[in-house]
């Protein structure tokens, strides 16, 4: 199993910035994605970034060149920097972990952050 605690979230003006963090424990073996959702009001939750244990980088249109993901591989902690943030970036956002095995892949979530971009 492994469990996914996220830190972060607020509220911010539009403009501003906002850091959330994923801790990961348990057993993590690699390759492994870690990724950033979030799910406004009213709609399906979407993917926003993700890294690989590798490093590589995957982000949605909406949010490039305004987020970063990034990742710590020796604390399994990843990372979502968010700036010049705007009000349609209001959401739930999840941390997910997909743990790539030989034969399939498991999910895990976190429990979810609140972020609110208003004036």
């Given at each position: 199993q492994?469990?996914?605690?996220?830190s972060?979230?607020?509220l911010?003006q539009?403009g501003?910035s906002?850091?959330?963090?994923?801790?990961?424990s348990?057993?993590?073996?690699r390759?492994y994605?870690?990724g950033?959702?979030?799910q406004?009001?009213?709609k399906q939750?979407?993917l926003v970034?993700?890294?690989?244990s590798?490093?590589n980088?995957?982000?949605?249109?909406?949010?490039?060149g305004?987020f970063?993901?990034s990742?710590?591989n020796?604390k399994?902690?990843?990372?979502?920097?968010?700036?010049?943030?705007?009000p349609?970036d209001?959401?739930?956002?999840y941390?997910?972990?997909?743990?790539i095995?030989?034969?399939?892949?498991?999910?895990?979530?976190?429990?979810g952050?609140?972020v609110?971009?208003s004036?």
């Open positions: 492994v469990q996914l605690v996220e972060g979230g607020g911010v539009p501003g906002l850091s959330l963090s994923c801790a990961a348990g057993r993590i073996f390759p994605i870690m950033w959702y979030r406004a009001p009213g939750r979407e970034a993700s890294i690989t590798g490093g980088t995957n982000y949605a249109d909406s949010v490039k305004r970063t993901i990742r710590d020796a399994t902690t990843g990372y979502l920097q968010m700036n010049s943030l705007k349609e209001t959401a739930v956002y941390c997910n972990m997909r743990i095995g030989a034969l399939t892949a498991t999910d895990y979530w976190g429990q952050t609140q609110s971009v004036s």
